[in-house]
C-alpha cells in the first residue's frame, strides 16, 4: 500500500487525535485514508475514471456523451416549427456591435446545403461547423437519407476511441417530395421527429409552452409562436422557412 507523508497544522493534529480517542479509528493515519476514500466516492466519474475515454460506467452511463449534452443546451436557443405547407426554424443571436467581427451568425448558425433542407445547430460553434464541412457534396435526396449521414457521424464520435462528442445537437427540417418534416439530432447520434422541437438554453417554461401553445397553422403563426418560446433581452431571432 502507497503512504501518503504531510504536514499538518497543530490545531489540525489536535483535532484528529480527539477523533481517533472518541472515534471508530486505531490512528490518525486509518482515519486520514477512510476520509481520503469517501472523497474518492464523492467526487464522482472522474475519481473513478469513466469519463477518461468513451466506456461505460458500472450504471450504463456514457458520461461523455452527458457532457457533450449539457455543452449543447449552454448554447443560443433554436426552435423548430411544422406549419400548414412548410417547416420553419428560427434561430437567435447576440447582436454584435462596433466593428464587425466573425460571429455565430456569420458561422452559419442555420444552413441550407440543399434547396430542400434546413439545418441548425446549437452547442460549440466549432463543432457545428465539423458537422457542416462533413456536408460539403452530400447529394441525399431523401429526408431519411440526411436523417441516416447526420446520425452516423454522431454516432462515430461516441464509439471510436481517441474521438468525444461532439458537442452540438441539430434540427434537420427538410421538404422532399413537398412534405415538410423536422427531425432532433441528439449528441449521441439518436433522432427524433416531430411537429416542433427546441433546443439550446432556453427561456423558463419554453418547453411547457410550446407543448400547450402548438397548433399547426400559418408561417405566421409558426414564426409567431418562435417568437414568443424563444424572445429574451439581448437576442435577435431570424426565421428559416422551408418552401
Do not use: C
Given at each position: 500500500?502507497?503512504?501518503?507523508?504531510t504536514?499538518?497544522?497543530?490545531?489540525?493534529?489536535?483535532?484528529?487525535e480527539?477523533?481517533?480517542r472518541?472515534?471508530?479509528?486505531?490512528?490518525?493515519?486509518?482515519l486520514?485514508?477512510?476520509a481520503?476514500?469517501s472523497?474518492?466516492?464523492?467526487?464522482?466519474?472522474?475519481?473513478?475514471?469513466?469519463?477518461?475515454?468513451?466506456?461505460f460506467?458500472?450504471?450504463?452511463?456514457l458520461?461523455?456523451?452527458?457532457y457533450?449534452?449539457?455543452?449543447?443546451?449552454?448554447?443560443?436557443?433554436?426552435?423548430?416549427?411544422?406549419?400548414?405547407?412548410?417547416?420553419?426554424i428560427?434561430?437567435?443571436?447576440t447582436?454584435?456591435?462596433?466593428v464587425p467581427?466573425?460571429?455565430?451568425?456569420?458561422?452559419?448558425?442555420?444552413?441550407?446545403?440543399?434547396?430542400?433542407v434546413?439545418?441548425?445547430?446549437?452547442?460549440?460553434?466549432?463543432?457545428?461547423?465539423?458537422?457542416r464541412s462533413?456536408?460539403?457534396g452530400?447529394?441525399?435526396a431523401?429526408a431519411e437519407?440526411?436523417?441516416?449521414?447526420l446520425?452516423?457521424?454522431?454516432?462515430?464520435?461516441t464509439?471510436e476511441?481517441?474521438?468525444?462528442?461532439?458537442?452540438?445537437?441539430?434540427l434537420?427540417g427538410?421538404?422532399?417530395?413537398?412534405?415538410?418534416?423536422?427531425?432532433?439530432?441528439?449528441a449521441?447520434?439518436?433522432v427524433?421527429e416531430?411537429?416542433?422541437f427546441?433546443?439550446?438554453?432556453?427561456?423558463?417554461?419554453?418547453?411547457?409552452?410550446?407543448?400547450?401553445?402548438?397548433?399547426?397553422?400559418?408561417?405566421?403563426?409558426?414564426?409567431r409562436?418562435?417568437?414568443e418560446?424563444?424572445?429574451?433581452?439581448g437576442?435577435?431571432?431570424?426565421?428559416?422557412?422551408?418552401?
Open positions: 500500500m502507497s503512504e501518503i507523508r504536514v499538518i497544522p497543530d490545531e489540525i493534529d489536535a483535532y484528529l480527539a477523533m481517533v472518541t472515534g471508530p479509528f486505531a490512528s490518525k493515519a486509518e486520514v485514508r477512510a481520503l476514500v472523497y474518492a466516492q464523492e467526487t464522482g466519474p472522474l475519481a473513478q475514471g469513466f469519463d477518461k475515454e468513451l466506456i460506467s458500472p450504471d450504463g452511463r458520461y461523455q456523451v452527458e457533450a449534452r449539457e455543452s449543447s443546451r449552454r448554447g443560443l436557443p433554436v426552435a423548430g416549427l411544422l406549419y400548414d405547407g412548410g417547416v420553419l428560427t434561430a437567435s443571436y447582436p454584435t456591435t462596433g467581427a466573425v460571429n455565430v451568425r456569420n458561422e452559419g448558425k442555420v444552413l441550407s446545403p440543399n434547396p430542400s434546413l439545418l441548425a445547430g446549437s452547442g460549440l460553434v466549432a463543432d457545428f461547423r465539423f458537422v462533413e456536408l460539403k452530400f447529394k441525399g431523401t437519407e440526411w436523417v441516416d449521414l446520425a452516423l457521424l454522431f454516432w462515430r464520435f464509439s476511441r481517441g474521438r468525444r462528442p461532439l458537442g452540438t445537437t441539430l434537420l427538410t421538404s422532399f417530395g413537398q412534405k415538410p418534416r423536422l427531425f432532433f439530432i441528439d449521441s447520434g439518436a427524433m416531430g411537429d416542433g427546441l433546443m439550446g438554453n432556453l427561456p423558463e417554461g419554453a418547453r411547457d409552452r410550446l407543448a400547450k401553445g402548438y397548433r399547426k397553422g400559418t408561417r405566421k403563426d409558426a414564426e409562436l418562435a417568437e418560446l424563444l424572445g429574451a433581452p437576442l435577435t431571432l431570424s426565421h428559416h422557412a422551408l418552401p
